[in-house]
């Protein structure tokens, strides 16, 4: 789960899956806006982990939602803000990805401003953090932002195992 700038929300939620006989890790991804039977008076999946107080409460609250929707229980899980996924990329010394479209946004409330352009580029944590966050001008509205979540995990993944991401 990747936590919001607040750290209350779940902006984005991956259930993944070791397959150990492919050989395989396969991703599904629960849309943040996922409708849930409302529990304390939050209906969407993203305010659960906050509503319940974050921490292991809060992922407890999470994880049964997840399983409710999915019929799974994961066997584990991580919580990840966006001080931490900034700090991974750069200790990674950055991670190599295609933005696919120019991605500017500004929101002075966060103290945010998005100012990527289209292409591959090195991404560096903080540039990591913007492309993740982004969510306007995509054509197919939160599944297109989904789906560069995903791609930019897929990405970093690949950088933490190459020999150069290894060794760092």
């Not at 991956?14 to 409302?38: G, K, W």
Request: proline letters at 4%.
């Amino acid at each position: 789960a990747g936590l919001d700038a607040s750290e209350s929300r779940t902006d984005a939620l991956l259930l993944l899956t070791l397959d150990s006989a492919e050989n395989a890790v396969r991703m599904l991804s629960i849309p943040r806006d996922t409708l849930i039977h409302p529990t304390d008076g939050v209906s969407k999946l993203n305010g659960v982990y906050g509503i319940n107080g974050g921490g292991q409460q809060g992922t407890d609250a999470l994880l049964a939602q997840v399983e409710a929707i999915t019929g799974l229980r994961p066997d584990g899980y991580m919580i990840m803000g966006l001080p931490a996924l900034e700090a991974v990329v750069d200790a990674l010394g950055g991670v190599e990805f295609d933005v696919p479209m120019d991605m500017a946004y500004a929101d002075p409330s966060q103290d945010l401003v998005i100012a990527l352009h289209a292409g591959k580029q090195t991404l560096d944590g903080e540039d990591a953090s913007k492309l993740v966050r982004f969510r306007s001008g995509y054509e197919d509205a939160d599944l297109g932002r989904i789906k560069v979540q995903r791609d930019f995990l897929a990405a970093l993944i690949d950088t933490a195992v190459s020999a150069n991401g290894l060794w760092k």
